[in-house]
């Protein structure tokens, strides 16, 4: 199983950055996915979440109606698109897959219901 995360790099205060996460090695459309940001030192935490068929999407507080999550099951990918990005957006951002057979909610918010995760993309916003 990959999930290979991209997308990241530098940008201002109040540009913009779409990340992208491919997928491979199992059912994409079994699975709800996630975005989570990280800091040296710190615990994951979770930023958005979208539902195996996109009908529900989740969004941490700090970053509803700025990002929006996206997924197109047909070639495997799972998108974040940041918007209006401030300094305390700078992380790394990883994504991840839970598989729907073991998790109720279908836009799961916790770091350990999901099985499977990428890499890592850095964000760095310059203010």
């Known amino acids: 199983v990959q999930l290979q995360a991209s997308g990241g790099g530098l940008v201002q205060a109040g540009g913009s950055l779409r990340l992208s996460c491919a997928v491979s090695?199992?059912?994409?459309?079994?699975?709800?996915m996630g975005w989570f940001r990280q800091a040296p030192g710190k615990e994951r935490v979770f930023v958005a979440a979208?539902?195996?068929?996109?009908?529900?999407?989740a969004y941490s507080d700090s970053v509803k109606g700025r990002f929006t999550v996206s997924r197109d099951n047909a070639k495997n990918l799972v998108y974040l698109q940041m918007s209006s990005l401030n300094a305390e957006d700078t992380d790394v951002y990883y994504c991840?897959?839970?598989?729907?057979?073991?998790?109720?909610?279908?836009?799961?918010?916790?770091?350990?219901?999901?099985?499977?995760w990428g890499q890592g993309t850095l964000v760095t916003v310059s203010s």
């Open positions: 090695g199992l059912f994409f459309e079994s699975h709800h």
């Open positions: 991840a897959a839970a598989p729907r057979r073991s998790i109720v909610s279908p836009t799961p918010t916790r770091p350990n219901e999901y099985t499977y």
């Open positions: 979208i539902a195996y068929n996109s009908r529900s999407t």
